[in-house]
């Protein structure tokens, strides 16, 4: 603030400092909207949502309020209504304006109380409901306390009616009502299965609080309602939902020096590991201190466990943190004032102090748990050791196929055909099933861009295979040597030789297999692939149409019809392509490589869980989740004509 404006803040007395604040704020918040909610698409839209149900979830917090509605209405407006204390409505001496009204209209007010309880104010969360208003056309806040309904509206943040009861009415509660500002957000519309998720977590972090959500724009109106009185427990029973646990959920929770401690975990039959950790509602996808201190307690507890039951000998090393981490699933969840958030998306937890007290509080249920339960400990100390030798095993696996490359003189595999290009940007490789489909793709290429891996069927064997097979089988050595990012520990983005990975199999059940079993190796050992969206999947066409010398293709039932439709089908001579083998290299190339003509899918992982549950349905025993998965998975890849 310049030396000038300060005096003027200072000596304005009529109109008000605050007032002053109040505009300054608002501007900033309008001015940058990004550095508020993130961004102005998709993710700033539901943001806004986020911070109004936030506040109400904080009042649940400090055990004044059960319920909280949303509702997406018809005009694109939304509301978030809780039966809490309801927002102070007494006028404040300094800003002489009701508490209700500094809340709405200054930046960062939420605090001011001194409300108690646990505040989130991490990350992009805890900005404060005047964000919203400042973001927003109209907004409306009514609270309901001392016998009325008291309401205030605004436009654009600024107060075009000042607080006045309204009615009468029993209770307390808050009620916040808002339209997006059209002019500052790209989309203003609310996606159900966004805000469902969010919900739903919420739901699970916080036991016993009902959150409904209500979608009032779609005929016949959706509403569901999320309570879990198992908490996180519940959490946990969800996610492992399709896997095979080995034991009952062993859960704890504490509260040491002010930091409320929630841990719920429980291995399975399974190799991947799934531990989600929360500070303050807020998912810490980098991690931190609480994570920290969960995962040394159980290596240290199942270490100490397998030490005095003899199960490892004064001789055997211990046990890798990382191998008692396979197969499990947990949740994490910390609740403290004043967190520090660090990491580049401020989702990493830094008070170190409470490593030390998540830590204590795990280690001492553990140890617990396995004095009370020997055969459950057993079963899961088995487990870690069975996870030792496996990475023993594939580690072996690995430094052999290192080896066989540093002999192959240029490092790069024989079967590979590659590009010409050395810009990873400009590259892409087609990972092709089949020898004799590889050879067509090869003639079909553009051989400046586009390098051809071909893949044999030999790859299946390693569907339900642990790590060591997997890294045994010939032809993931060879991808991963082609990709040229390495793998676990030495995987390196920046060494990636094509910026688009290019899955092109036949249209069959193998063919599907395989590009699961691809997608699923991704996902478990270069899952940055997936998150960086290198990833795509080739569309070829599934019928060619021929009349007279013109030649068409369709991609799916629906197109054929829209080709053919009312002419005498005996003009159009149709054949339906069940490989690519079918095709020619010209047909292959102008329908599903040629860059100006085809189509791709676009692979991404946007949700930790959703993908969790999908890899867990197809590698799995189960035969029932996958087939439902399977139907379900077409829609989860999103459709891109590019
Ligand atoms: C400050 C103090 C009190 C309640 C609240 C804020 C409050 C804020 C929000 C935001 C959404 N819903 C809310 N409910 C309550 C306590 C007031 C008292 O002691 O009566």
Same mark, same amino acid.
């Given at each position: 603030?310049?030396?000038?404006?300060?005096?003027?803040?200072?000596?304005?007395?009529?109109?008000?400092?605050?007032?002053?604040?109040?505009?300054?704020?608002?501007?900033?918040?309008?001015?940058?909207?990004?550095?508020?909610?993130?961004?102005?698409?998709?993710?700033?839209?539901?943001?806004?949502?986020?911070?109004?149900?936030?506040?109400?979830?904080?009042?649940?917090?400090?055990?004044?309020?059960?319920?909280?509605?949303?509702?997406?209405?018809?005009?694109?407006?939304?509301?978030?209504?809780?039966?809490?204390?309801?927002?102070?409505?007494?006028?404040?001496?300094?800003?002489?304006?009701?508490?209700?009204?500094?809340?709405?209209?200054?930046?960062?007010?939420?605090?001011?109380?001194?409300?108690?309880?646990?505040?989130?104010?991490?990350?992009?969360?805890?900005?404060?409901?005047?964000?919203?208003?400042?973001?927003?056309?109209?907004?409306?806040?009514?609270?309901?306390?001392?016998?009325?309904?008291?309401?205030?509206? +605004?436009?654009?943040? #600024?107060?075009?009616?000042?607080?006045?009861?309204?009615?009468?009415?029993?209770?307390?509660?808050?009620?916040?009502?808002?339209?997006?500002?059209?002019?500052?957000?790209?989309?203003?519309? +609310?996606?159900?299965?966004?805000?469902?998720?969010?919900?739903?977590?919420?739901?699970?972090?916080?036991?016993?609080?009902?959150?409904?959500?209500?979608?009032?724009?779609?005929?016949?109106?959706?509403?569901?309602?999320?309570?879990?009185?198992?908490?996180?427990?519940?959490?946990?029973?969800?996610?492992?939902?399709?896997?095979?646990?080995?034991?009952?959920?062993?859960?704890?929770?504490?509260?040491?020096?002010?930091?409320?401690?929630?841990?719920?975990?429980?291995?399975?039959?399974?190799?991947?590991?799934?531990?989600?950790? +929360?500070?303050?509602?807020?998912?810490?996808?980098?991690?931190?201190?609480?994570?920290?201190?969960?995962?040394?307690?159980?290596?240290?507890?199942?270490?100490?466990?397998?030490?005095?039951?003899?199960?490892?000998?004064?001789?055997?090393?211990?046990?890798?943190?990382?191998?008692?981490?396979?197969?499990?699933?947990?949740?994490?969840?910390?609740?403290?004032?004043?967190?520090?958030?660090?990491?580049?998306?401020?989702?990493?937890?830094?008070?170190?102090?409470?490593?030390?007290?998540?830590?204590?509080?795990?280690?001492?249920?553990?140890?617990?748990?396995?004095?009370?339960?020997? #055969?459950?400990?057993?079963?899961?100390?088995?487990?870690?050791?069975?996870?030792?030798?496996?990475?023993?095993?594939?580690?072996?696996?690995?430094?052999?196929?290192?080896?066989?490359?540093?002999?192959?003189?240029?490092?790069?595999?024989?079967?590979?055909?590659?590009?010409?290009?050395?810009?990873?940007?400009?590259?892409?490789?087609?990972?092709?099933?089949?020898?004799?489909?590889?050879?067509?793709?090869?003639?079909?290429?553009?051989?400046?861009?586009?390098?051809?891996?071909?893949?044999?069927? #030999?790859?299946?064997?390693?569907?339900?295979?642990?790590?060591?097979?997997?890294?045994?089988?010939?032809?993931?050595?060879?991808?991963?040597?082609?990709?040229?990012?390495?793998?676990?520990?030495?995987?390196?983005?920046? #060494?990636?030789?094509?910026?688009?990975?290019?899955?092109?199999?036949?249209?069959?059940?193998?063919?599907?297999?395989?590009?699961?079993?691809?997608?699923?190796?991704?996902?478990?050992?270069?899952?940055?692939?997936?998150?960086?969206?290198?990833?795509?999947?080739?569309?070829?066409?599934?019928?060619?149409?021929?009349?007279?010398?013109?030649?068409?293709?369709?991609?799916?039932?629906?197109?054929?019809?829209?080709?053919?439709?009312?002419?005498?089908?005996?003009? +159009?001579?149709?054949?339906?392509?069940?490989?690519?083998?079918?095709?020619?290299?010209?047909?292959?190339?102008?329908?599903?490589?040629?860059?100006?003509?085809?189509?791709?899918?676009?692979?991404?992982?946007?949700?930790?869980?959703?993908?969790?549950?999908?890899?867990?349905?197809?590698?799995?025993?189960?035969?029932?989740?996958?087939?439902?998965?399977?139907?379900?998975?077409?829609?989860?890849?999103?459709?891109?004509?590019?």
């Amino acid at each position: 603030m310049a030396k000038h404006e300060k005096e003027i803040v200072e000596n304005s007395t009529s109109y008000g400092a605050a007032q002053i604040e109040v505009l300054k704020g608002l501007e900033a918040v309008r001015k940058r909207p990004g550095m508020y909610v993130g961004n102005t698409a998709e993710r700033g839209l539901h943001q806004l949502v986020y911070e109004a149900v936030d506040n109400a979830v904080d009042e649940a917090l400090a055990g004044c309020a059960k319920h909280v509605r949303v509702i997406l209405h018809k005009d694109g407006s939304c509301s978030v209504e809780d039966d809490g204390r309801g927002i102070p409505i007494d006028v404040m001496p300094k800003e002489r304006m009701p508490a209700v009204e500094v809340v709405m209209t200054m930046l960062h007010a939420g605090g001011k109380f001194g409300k108690g309880g646990y505040k989130v104010s991490g990350g992009l969360h805890g900005v404060g409901i005047s964000v919203v208003n400042a973001l927003s056309e109209r907004m409306i806040t009514r609270v309901k306390r001392d016998g009325k309904i008291w309401e205030i509206q +605004f436009e654009r943040g #600024k107060t075009v009616q000042k607080l006045k009861p309204i009615d009468k009415a029993e209770g307390t509660g808050t009620l916040q009502w808002f339209l997006p500002d059209r002019s500052v957000f790209e989309t203003l519309d +609310f996606h159900w299965d966004i805000l469902q998720k969010r919900l739903r977590e919420l739901a699970f972090l916080n036991r016993g609080l009902e959150i409904t959500l209500r979608d009032e724009r779609v005929d016949p109106l959706k509403e569901r309602v999320f309570m879990y009185e198992g908490g996180i427990v519940s959490f946990v029973e969800h996610l492992n939902d399709k896997k095979d646990p080995i034991h009952p959920i062993i859960s704890t929770n504490g509260e040491r020096e002010g930091v409320l401690v929630e841990v719920a975990m429980q291995w399975a039959d399974a190799y991947s590991e799934t531990i989600f950790s +929360f500070a303050n509602n807020i998912n810490t996808t980098e991690g931190g201190m609480h994570l920290l201190g969960f995962r040394t307690a159980v290596g240290n507890a199942v270490n100490s466990y397998a030490r005095k039951r003899g199960m490892l000998k004064e001789s055997d090393p211990s046990l890798s943190t990382d191998d008692c981490m396979e197969g499990l699933t947990a949740v994490v969840s910390v609740k403290l004032e004043e967190p520090q958030f660090e990491g580049q998306t401020k989702t990493k937890l830094g008070n170190t102090r409470v490593r030390t007290i998540v830590y204590g509080l795990v280690n001492e249920r553990l140890d617990f748990f396995f004095e009370e339960n020997p #055969k459950y400990a057993r079963a899961i100390v088995d487990k870690c050791m069975q996870a030792a030798r496996a990475r023993e095993a594939a580690k072996k696996a690995r430094d052999l196929s290192r080896r066989k490359n540093a002999l192959d003189g240029s490092g790069l595999p024989g079967k590979l055909v590659d590009c010409t290009n050395a810009d990873p940007k400009a590259s892409e490789i087609f990972l092709v099933e089949g020898d004799s489909a590889g050879g067509t793709a090869k003639m079909g290429r553009d051989f400046r861009s586009q390098a051809i891996l071909p893949l044999r069927g #030999k790859i299946l064997n390693v569907w339900k295979a642990r790590e060591d097979k997997v890294f045994a089988n010939e032809e993931i050595r060879t991808m991963i040597t082609a990709l040229g990012t390495g793998i676990a520990a030495d995987f390196d983005i920046g #060494k990636l030789r094509y910026h688009k990975i290019i899955i092109m199999t036949d249209a069959d059940v193998d063919g599907s297999h395989i590009r699961t079993l691809l997608l699923t190796f991704f996902y478990q050992q270069m899952r940055a692939l997936l998150e960086e969206k290198f990833i795509y999947i080739a569309q070829p066409p599934l019928y060619g149409v021929r009349r007279g010398k013109k030649q068409n293709y369709a991609f799916s039932d629906e197109e054929l019809k829209a080709i053919i439709g009312d002419a005498d089908p005996k003009e +159009f001579v149709v054949q339906q392509y069940k490989g690519l083998g079918e095709m020619d290299a010209e047909q292959l190339a102008d329908t599903t490589m040629d860059i100006s003509s085809r189509r791709l899918k676009q692979v991404t992982v946007e949700d930790g869980v959703a993908a969790e549950e999908m890899f867990t349905t197809l590698m799995g025993d189960k035969v029932e989740p996958r087939k439902e998965f399977i139907q379900a998975y077409a829609r989860s890849v999103k459709n891109l004509d590019l």
